[in-house]
């Protein structure tokens, strides 16, 4: 069986950098200090008017490819990993085949909202293992969330960022690096407490959707405290017993950026030292399905993550869908 081993990354943010004080401007009180003390989000970049999803996807593919020394007609499939899609229709991932030159890769999206890079991870590697005409897999996590905020609901105009980064998965014989496990978990039952809901087929764009803010992030309803914790321990548990090896064995934790105490519980949890869990809310926000391929990307190129390092990549995102993988770099 073939390996899919992770080549090489890149990462790509706007340049529009927001800062808390904007929201202490925008809402005439001190937000500042609630997000630095309950989430330690300092900062974020979001998208100008022109910039959208598949130009963040293209910028940090470009990236991972000259980091990698792997032109784009060397690809034999692209996929992108996103909830703030270019379009509803076509897939993001075709125009960024298009702009990258890609001629000999087939695209697809994957929604499984911030739990989506890590799917996309687990699925590539599947592709890599059973067919040998895929070679090359770029896999993209790519996020536009300031597109569909409303600046009125602080709740989520705070937290949200926009971003992109890629993993270049390559096809090998050799086995002492590459995917080892996976775990995905979904709670349908949350399915409508958090998402974009205008624009689809249950709410098509009408008066009613834009009054109603549907076709903006929402909060509907306040999921339990724990949730996160509870659940990425469980996937972390799971992992950790499939390669018989205790929690601390693991060199590297790159778990969805949303709130930095929600890894530190489930660190504890575990027994696992926090150092262990690479965090990059501080200075980019919640960047959803690019948050943790930017951590990783970020973690190489610091020279935090080295060869041979055992990383897990647990996500979670609207659904509830949660997804686990562990990789040898």
């Not at 706007?14 to 500042?32: M, T």
């Not at 034999?76 to 703030?84: G, K, N």
Request: proline share 2%; hydrophobic share 40%; charged share 20%.
């Amino acid at each position: 069986m073939q390996q899919a081993s992770i080549i090489s990354t890149g990462m790509y943010v706007p340049k529009n950098v927001i800062d808390n004080q904007f929201f202490n401007e925008v809402y005439g009180e001190d937000v500042d200090t609630w997000l630095q003390e309950h989430v330690q989000i300092y900062k974020r970049c979001w998208c100008n008017e022109q910039e959208s999803t598949a130009d963040l996807a293209f910028a940090a593919a470009s990236r991972a490819l000259e980091n990698g020394g792997i032109s784009a007609s060397a690809l034999d499939l692209i996929i992108v990993a996103t909830d703030t899609p270019e379009y509803i229709s076509p897939s993001t991932a075709s125009v960024v085949q298009f702009k990258l030159g890609a001629s000999n890769a087939g695209t697809f999206d994957l929604n499984a909202a911030c739990a989506g890079f890590v799917t996309a991870m687990d699925l590539a590697s599947k592709y890599i293992h059973s067919d040998h005409q895929y070679q090359y897999i770029l896999v993209i996590g790519a996020y536009a969330m300031s597109k569909y905020l409303n600046l009125e609901d602080k709740k989520t105009a705070t937290l949200f960022a926009d971003g992109a980064a890629a993993v270049l998965l390559k096809s090998t014989s050799e086995n002492d690096h590459g995917w080892l496990a996976a775990k995905l978990l979904t709670k349908g039952q949350y399915h409508d407490w958090m998402g974009i809901y205008g624009g689809g087929a249950r709410y098509p764009f009408n008066q009613e959707v834009l009054d109603n803010h549907r076709h903006q992030l929402q909060f509907v309803h306040k999921f339990p405290k724990t949730i996160n914790p509870d659940v990425w321990s469980e996937i972390i548990t799971d992992l950790t017993g499939k390669l018989n090896i205790k929690p601390n064995a693991v060199d590297h934790y790159l778990i969805t950026q949303i709130n930095i105490f929600s890894i530190w519980e489930t660190m504890d949890r575990l027994n696992i030292d926090r150092e262990k869990a690479h965090t990059i809310m501080h200075q980019y926000g919640y960047t959803g399905s690019a948050c943790i391929p930017m951590a990783l990307d970020l973690g190489i190129k610091s020279g935090r993550i080295k060869r041979g390092d055992l990383i897990f990549l647990v996500g979670s995102g609207g659904g509830l869908a949660f997804a686990g993988v562990a990789f040898r770099y």
